[in-house]
């Protein structure tokens, strides 16, 4: 059975055997008009695509696995399958500009389910 | 991280948008998902927002408010982050 | 201004100069129980995710701006941004089996749109 | 390719789902979306289905119905693919 929450692994260590989830944190602090947050859990998803997904991957597509077909069978793609986020969260950002203090929410800022597309 | 903390409720007029579970511009406090920390924004003369803040991966380790500078250099924008019941409304850094 | 339709260069032309959608035909006469399409039109997503996204591909996450940006600043990542399909479209399948000839609709096995993830 | 197609629809009760714009079990005629063409299979016997066919890069070069076998071996399954008006009615090669 797959986890499907964020690995806690360090950076360091081995790359998962599988595309997943895995922690990542973004440094915030050179964009000067942030306020909040100066660090942020934006993840990633990391991990080879390979088949069969089906035991591997929960988010798969059919365009992914006929890609992966014909990788198998030896014919070279322009872009193999990739692991990427398929679906995201938001964040709070709190900003200051010459018009003041804004409190805003950003779409899409945080990796939270990883698949092969 | 601490579970349904409660935490001081304040924006200031000048303040644009809001941060979750923060109520109107009228001082008071929140209860905060599980999780989160008390968060407090004050500039040189007055506090600008106060309420809940963070979840997947915020931290804050001090029980107490510890108001450090944030943002663009001289904007003169202090912040905490702090776990204590109502900790976000007491603060000796600021008059 | 970017041409979003598929770009109908050959296999051997230079690579797109960012990611955009690319003509790609999978060859399914290997499934020996798929009556139709022998061929279709699956088409891929080629080119490289670079900064500034805003002006080279329509659709792009803050969380992919915030990783190209680490990695512009030389912050190594495990799973660099890709140009994936975010947008597909159905194709119908004719197969046959003992039960019989069926016609059905898969869903997802057409590139139509791509974007950095 | 084409543009609005008319091509011969049918459905033999055997077939399980449909071709995208094909009526139901009755013998009759379609017009297809722009760029498709019209298609015919037929077993040993008798036709299984008969509508439109295609788009996104799909090809019908033939005016005429020329049924070729496809699917399994041994499925005995001819298919034609063509783009003349209700082409996909009439083929020499079945019964």
């Given at each position: 059975?797959?986890?499907?929450k964020?690995?806690?692994?360090?950076?360091?260590?081995?790359?998962?055997?599988?595309?997943?989830?895995?922690?990542?944190?973004?440094?915030?602090?050179?964009?000067?008009?942030?306020?909040?947050?100066?660090?942020?859990?934006?993840?990633?998803?990391?991990?080879?695509?390979?088949?069969?997904?089906?035991?591997?991957?929960?988010?798969?597509?059919?365009?992914?696995?006929?890609?992966?077909?014909?990788?198998?069978?030896?014919?070279?793609?322009?872009?193999?399958?990739?692991?990427?986020?398929?679906?995201?969260?938001?964040?709070?950002?709190?900003?200051?500009?010459?018009?003041?203090?804004?409190?805003?929410?950003?779409?899409?800022?945080?990796?939270?389910?990883?698949?092969?597309? | 991280g601490p579970r349904n903390l409660s935490c001081?409720?304040?924006?200031?007029?000048?303040?644009?948008?809001?941060?979750g579970g923060?109520?109107?511009?009228?001082?008071?406090?929140v209860r905060c998902p599980p999780g989160q920390c008390c968060?407090?924004?004050?500039?040189?003369?007055?506090?600008?927002?106060?309420g809940c803040w963070g979840g997947g991966g915020a931290a804050c380790?001090?029980?107490?408010?510890?108001?450090?500078?944030?943002?663009?250099?001289?904007?003169?924008?202090?912040?905490?982050?702090?776990h204590?019941h109502?900790?976000?409304?007491?603060?000796?850094?600021?008059?």
């Amino acid at each position: 059975q797959e986890r499907r929450k964020v690995q806690r692994q360090h950076r360091s260590a081995r790359p998962p055997a599988h595309c997943r989830l895995q922690e990542l944190t973004i440094d915030l602090r050179d964009r000067k008009f942030i306020v909040m947050p100066t660090v942020y859990a934006a993840n990633n998803c990391e991990g080879p695509c390979r088949l069969p997904l089906s035991t591997r991957v929960p988010s798969y597509y059919s365009h992914t696995v006929l890609l992966l077909g014909m990788q198998e069978r030896g014919a070279p793609l322009q872009r193999p399958p990739c692991c990427v986020p398929v679906r995201y969260s938001d964040q709070l950002i709190i900003s200051l500009s010459p018009e003041g203090l804004e409190v805003r929410k950003f779409p899409n800022m945080v990796a939270e389910e990883c698949g092969c597309r | 991280g601490p579970r349904n903390l409660s935490c001081v409720s304040y924006k200031h007029p000048s303040v644009r948008g809001r941060l979750g579970g923060a109520g109107g511009a009228v001082a008071g406090a929140v209860r905060c998902p599980p999780g989160q920390c008390c968060i407090g924004i004050w500039n040189r003369s007055h506090a600008l927002v106060q309420g809940c803040w963070g979840g997947g991966g915020a931290a804050c380790p001090s029980p107490t408010c510890t108001p450090s500078p944030a943002g663009p250099p001289g904007g003169a924008v202090l912040v905490c982050l702090c776990h204590g019941h109502l900790c976000n409304g007491n603060t000796t850094a600021t008059g």
